[in-house]
């Protein structure tokens, strides 16, 4: 198949891309600095001439409410325009566990328009919700730092690999459409400020963390399950101390 990886110069893109070559697919990787462009249509429908599946993988440059809202809602209605012109046959999204849980922040709200506007389009259409990844604990210890401590909610997560995710989106991807949202997510299901504690450690940083079911999540407030999947979900096994023991 031809499949247009959009955002497929990325963190999950370039992974994606690898995968499906390797499995004999001929993947076109989109992105703006390849000539392709989502939210101004550049580019756009020449990518997808031709194609069977098109995979929206892109994450806005911006998470300022009004701009992330732009890029996902443009991106979308563009991108669903040139498939129907192009005779998609399976239209691919990548999403977050939680996103219709978050409404109070800009950015969920944004994912979830998107969400909206590709499955009222009337393709044939897959949406996989993923966890955070590992690679984002991180970024979460660095959104709560204050007069050197470290605030982070005390309800659960349960973060993954990014190369499983990658993986699970090429199953999704040569999978036949569900016209409904599935869900991944890693093995291990345990409070924010547990697994930020362990990453803190690794990188030798011995900043006091402060958590409580209070702390908001990037300014939207948590409830205990608000970032682990539903029943149903495929799990994936890397561990994240595993992880966190070859993370450099």
């Known amino acids: 198949m031809k499949i247009v990886v959009i955002g497929g110069t990325g963190l999950i893109g370039s992974k994606l891309a690898s995968l499906l070559q390797a499995r004999g697919h001929e993947v076109l990787q989109a992105s703006p600095s390849r000539g392709v462009n989502a939210v101004t249509g550049e580019g756009l429908q020449a990518a997808l001439s031709g194609a069977d599946t ?3 993988v892109a994450n806005s440059p911006s998470f300022e409410d009004a701009a992330v809202l732009h890029f996902f809602e443009t991106g979308t209605r563009n991108l669903v325009a040139a498939a129907k012109a192009a005779g998609v046959r399976h239209c691919v999204a990548l999403s977050v566990v939680g996103t219709d849980r978050l409404a109070s922040n800009g950015y969920f709200r944004a994912k979830l328009a998107q969400e909206r506007l590709i499955a009222g389009s009337g393709l044939a259409y897959t949406i996989l919700r993923a966890t955070q990844f590992f690679e984002f604990v991180g970024g979460i210890a660095d959104s709560g730092r204050r007069d050197g401590e470290v605030h982070v909610s005390s309800q659960l997560m349960q973060p993954m690999l990014s190369d499983e995710v990658a993986e699970a989106l090429a199953d999704v991807t040569l999978g036949v459409p569900t016209g409904g949202v599935r869900e991944v997510a890693g093995p291990e299901a345990a409070p924010l400020s547990d697994f930020v504690g362990r990453w803190l450690r690794k990188k030798g940083d011995t900043s006091r963390i402060v958590a409580g079911t209070e702390v908001p ?32």
């Open 54 to 56: 098109v995979v929206d």
């Open 217 to 248: 999540y990037f300014g939207a407030p948590l409830a205990l399950r608000t970032l682990v999947p539903d029943d149903g979900a495929r799990i994936m096994p890397t561990r994240f101390d595993d992880w966190l023991g070859r993370a450099v």
